[in-house]
């Protein structure tokens, strides 16, 4: 079974320039989540979709970034314009349904710099 | 208070001691609770989870939980240095049913 896939795996960008995030979640999970880690920190949960409406986004900074899920699958995140406090990795997970006792799957993610 | 709290170690462990990670959580509705292992550069994996009051045993880890006490810990027998990562607590939160993370707990296995 494939796991989550996301790209790039590193990026690197100057402030207030906008930048792109992928994930392809594993193959029948409802539920999707992108974190944000910084150095040092754990995951905050950024925004959680089940299939392709939004059911939390409360710490997404929605000045400046934004998400979507098309057809219940794929997921893109962007953020602009970059700020140098948005330099962390940048984490997607998916789960079954969503529920309180489900194992989440993390893909490898995206280490953003912003200089 | 933090949400989920955890001691930043790093804890420095002896090869084939036990490891102790603690973690306390503010949501005394909290029902579902989770241990993930991060190495360095990494995206972070499950080792384990509890619901109910009291230990649970999976190969050399062992989760505790206390809901009164607001406190989860993992346990890791004869330590190894494979073992040496972040691990991760994470609390499923009554409010708004989503997974909070800790800072993590530097652990450090010396051979």
């Known amino acids: 079974e494939a796991g989550v896939a996301q790209s790039p795996r590193y990026k690197i960008i100057e402030k207030r320039q906008s930048v792109a995030f992928w994930c392809n979640p594993i193959s029948g999970h409802a539920t999707l989540y992108w974190y944000q880690q910084i150095l040092g920190q754990g995951p905050k949960l950024l925004i959680q979709?089940?299939?392709?409406?939004?059911?939390?986004d409360s710490q997404l900074p929605k000045d400046r970034f934004s998400a979507e899920r098309l057809k219940g699958v794929d997921s893109t995140l962007k953020i602009q314009p970059a700020k140098l406090e948005d330099s962390a990795v940048y984490l997607c997970?998916?789960?079954?349904?969503?529920?309180?006792?489900?194992?989440?799957?993390f893909g490898p993610g995206t280490r953003l710099t912003v200089l | 208070q933090k949400e989920v709290e955890q001691n930043s170690g790093p804890l420095s462990v002896p090869e084939g001691a036990i490891a102790s990670l603690n973690c306390t959580y503010s949501?005394?509705?909290?029902?579902?609770f989770f241990w993930y292992r991060q190495y360095s550069g990494k995206s972070p994996e499950l080792i384990m989870f509890?619901?109910?009051?009291g230990d649970k045993e999976d190969g050399r880890f062992t989760a505790q939980l206390n809901k009164a006490s607001q406190y989860v810990s993992l346990l890791i027998r004869d330590s190894q240095p494979s073992d040496s990562a972040t691990y991760l607590c994470a609390v499923n939160m009554e409010y708004g049913n989503k997974l909070v993370f800790g800072a993590g707990t530097i652990l450090r296995v010396k051979s």
């Open positions: 509890i619901y109910s009051n």
């Open positions: 997970a998916s789960s079954l349904v969503g529920g309180a006792a489900d194992e989440q799957f």
């Open positions: 979709f089940q299939n392709n409406g939004v059911v939390d």
């Open positions: 949501d005394r509705g909290s029902q579902s």
